[in-house]
Every structure is written in structure tokens, then in C-alpha cells.
């Protein structure tokens, strides 16, 4: 059974930074791509990142591109999310996902083509 679970937010001023932890354990894991979505009060969850079951191929939202670094520690079972140069608009409940399809190479983006989401942890910019 794969579990996941969510580390790592927090309260941060505009421009600061935070990492975010995913820990996903499960005897196949490393064979499946991990995401991080967001969700914002009153609004749907969005995709922001994604890195492949090998580590080697990376995916983002554009407003996050060039702040955001997605990773991943296969011999930790760790996909770790660092978030620089932080907006009032990143605020929301960070999740993360396990892709649904093995050994994909392209980046899915929909939240119906992940599953196994974790409880989230808040994330919150604000002076």
C-alpha cells in the first residue's frame, strides 16, 4: 500500500523561501512520478510541479518557473519541493501525488491522473 505524507510548511514573509517534503512509501514506488498541487481557499487544486520516476525529467507551472525546484532522493523515498522568492498568491495547502501510470516520460498535470494524495501542509506568504 502506498502511503504519503507532507512536510515542511509553514508562515514566511514575501521573498523568502521554504522546502516542502514529500515522503511516498509503497514497493514500487520509485517506478512512478510524483507531483505537487496546490490549493488555494475558494479555489480548485493546480498542478505546480512534477518530477519523473527517474529523477531526470521535471515539469512546472509557468508562474512558478525559475522559483520553484522540484527534486527527488529515490534511496530516501523523498520528492522535496524548494520554493524561493515566495508571493502573497503561492499561499495555499500543498499537496502530493503519486501518479497513477508507471514510468511515464511525459509530465500529466491533472489531478485525476494522480492518486495516493497526502493530507497537505500549509504554506503561507504573508508580512
Known amino acids: 500500500q502506498v502511503q504519503v505524507v507532507e512536510s515542511g510548511g509553514g508562515l514566511v514573509q514575501p521573498g523568502g523561501s521554504l522546502r516542502l517534503s514529500c515522503t511516498a512509501s509503497g514497493p514500487t514506488i520509485s517506478r512512478y512520478g510524483i507531483g505537487w498541487f496546490r490549493q488555494a481557499p475558494g479555489k480548485e487544486r493546480e498542478f505546480v510541479a512534477r518530477?519523473?520516476?527517474?529523477?531526470?525529467?521535471?515539469y512546472y507551472r509557468d508562474s512558478v518557473k525559475g522559483r520553484f525546484t522540484i527534486s527527488r532522493d529515490h534511496a530516501k523515498n523523498i520528492v522535496d519541493l524548494q520554493m524561493n522568492s515566495l508571493k502573497a498568491e503561492d499561499t495555499a495547502v500543498y499537496y502530493c501525488?503519486?501518479?497513477?501510470?508507471?514510468?511515464?516520460?511525459?509530465?500529466?498535470?491533472?489531478?485525476?491522473?494522480?492518486?495516493?494524495w497526502g493530507q497537505g501542509t500549509q504554506v503561507t506568504v504573508s508580512s
Open positions: 518530477v519523473s520516476f527517474t529523477g531526470g525529467n521535471t
Open positions: 501525488g503519486v501518479e497513477k501510470r508507471p514510468s511515464q516520460l511525459s509530465a500529466p498535470i491533472r489531478e485525476n491522473e494522480y492518486d495516493f
